[in-house]
C-alpha cells in the first residue's frame, strides 16, 4: 500500500467514525444516550421526554386510547404544528428580576394559567391511584383540575386528595333524570363549576385507538364488558347508579337554559371553536367557555384550536372568561395563547404521559417543567404578569 493510499484509507476510516449513521447502525452508546427513555421524572428536560416513558409503561390498547385522534389524526398534530406558525416579539431592557404568572378565575386566583384537562379512566394509566395522583400533584403545584365524568375515582375521593372540589367535566346521560341525579351529587360535593364537553354529540371515528387495541393480547374482560368488538368499559364510579350511556345527540341550546336553571353551579360549555357559537353561548347565560377540539379526539375539522381561539374570543367580548386546550407541549404554546386572549391554557396528554411513567412525581414535573418555561417566556418576551401579555407580544 503507498503513502498515499494508507493516508486516505485513515481518513476515511476518521469520516466512518464521527458518522452518527454508523453510530447509530453500531449501538454506538453515545448516540443511543440521544433516543433513551429517560429513567426518572427528574431526568426531564422538556414534557416530550415524558411520551417514550409513557408508551414504554401502558399496554398497547390503553396508550392508543390515550394516543389516537380520529380519521387519520391530522387535526391532532394541527392541534400542536399551528402554535409553530406564530412568532414572538421581545422587547428589551425591561425589569424582569420578577414575573407573576397568576390568573384569577371567577374570583379565585390560582398561581399559574396553567389546567389539568379532564382525561377519563385514569387508573387504565396508573392502576396504583388514577386521578388521585393526578390531584396531589395538582394540590402541590397548586394548579386548577378539572375532573372527567370518566374517572375511574369518586369525586369525592378526589376532592379529598386534591384539598378542594375540582372542576367536573360533564358527559352528559342519555336520560334527563339521570342528568339531574348526576349533577345533583357532583355540586353536593361541593364543585364550584360544571363543564359540560358538548363536541361528541355527534359522535367520532378513532381508528388508532382501534389499531392499537388490534395489537393488545391482554385479557380484558377483567376491565369490560368485552375484550372485542368495541371493548365497552364496565361503568365508572359516576355511572354506577345511572343507566349506561352518555351524550344525547338531541341536544340543543335549550339544554343550555335547562341546565343553567338546574344548578348553581357556574356552567362552562367545552368544545366551543366558532364565533357563531361562543356569541349563542353568551346569549344563553354560560359562564365561560372552553375552546377545544378534545385534543383532536371530536371531528377531523383541520382546524387547530389555537386558530380558533381568536374569533371566540372575541365573540365572547370580554364578558366571560376563555379558555382554550389542544396541543400545548411548551411554555411558550402558554405565552402565545394568553396573547391571543385566553384566560388559562389547558393540558390533557402530557400529564398523563406523566402519569403513565411516574405517577404523581410525573405529574408535578411535567406541571413544573411547563411553568418554568411559561416564567422563562415572559421575562424573554418582556412581560412580567399574565395581565401584561397582549397581542402585541405575538406576530402571526
Known sequence: ????????????????????????????????????????????????????????????????????????????RLNHDAYKNIQLRPRRLIDVSKVDTSVNIFGTTWETPIFICPVGSQKAF??????????????????????????????????????????????MPLTWDSTEKLVKRVEDAGCPTLVWTIDLLGGRSTETQERFRRQDTRDCTQCHTSARGGSMAKPKPMFRDIPQGFNP??????????????????????????????????????????????GGRANEDLRATIQSLPEVVEAAGGQIPVMVDGGVRRGADVFKALALGATAVGIGRPYIWGLSAFGQEGVEKVLELLRAELSLTMRQIGTTSVKQITRAAIKI
Open 1 to 76: 500500500m503507498t503513502i498515499s493510499a494508507s493516508r486516505h484509507r485513515r481518513d476515511f476510516l476518521r469520516f466512518l467514525a464521527a458518522s452518527p449513521l454508523l453510530a447509530k447502525a453500531l449501538g454506538n452508546s453515545a448516540f443511543a444516550q440521544d433516543n433513551s427513555i429517560i429513567a426518572s421524572a427528574k431526568d426531564a428536560l422538556n414534557i416530550m421526554d415524558f411520551e417514550a416513558a409513557s408508551k414504554k409503561a401502558l399496554p398497547p390498547a390503553h396508550w392508543g386510547y390515550m394516543a389516537t385522534g380520529v380519521e387519520d389524526d391530522a387535526t391532532l
Open 249 to 294: 345527540p338531541e341536544a340543543t341550546w335549550e339544554y343550555v337554559d335547562r341546565l343553567k336553571k338546574l344548578t348553581k353551579m357556574k356552567l362552562i360549555l367545552k368544545g366551543i371553536e366558532t364565533g357563531e357559537d361562543a356569541a349563542l353561548a353568551r346569549q344563553h347565560g354560560v359562564d365561560g367557555i372552553i375552546v377545544s377540539n378534545h
Open 126 to 171: 396508573y392502576p396504583a391511584e388514577g386521578e388521585l395522583a393526578t390531584a396531589r400533584a395538582a394540590r402541590a403545584k397548586k394548579h386548577l383540575q378539572i375532573l372527567s365524568t370518566q374517572t375511574s375515582t369518586p369525586v369525592e375521593d378526589v376532592a379529598k386528595a386534591l384539598g378542594q372540589p375540582p372542576w367536573y367535566q360533564l358527559y
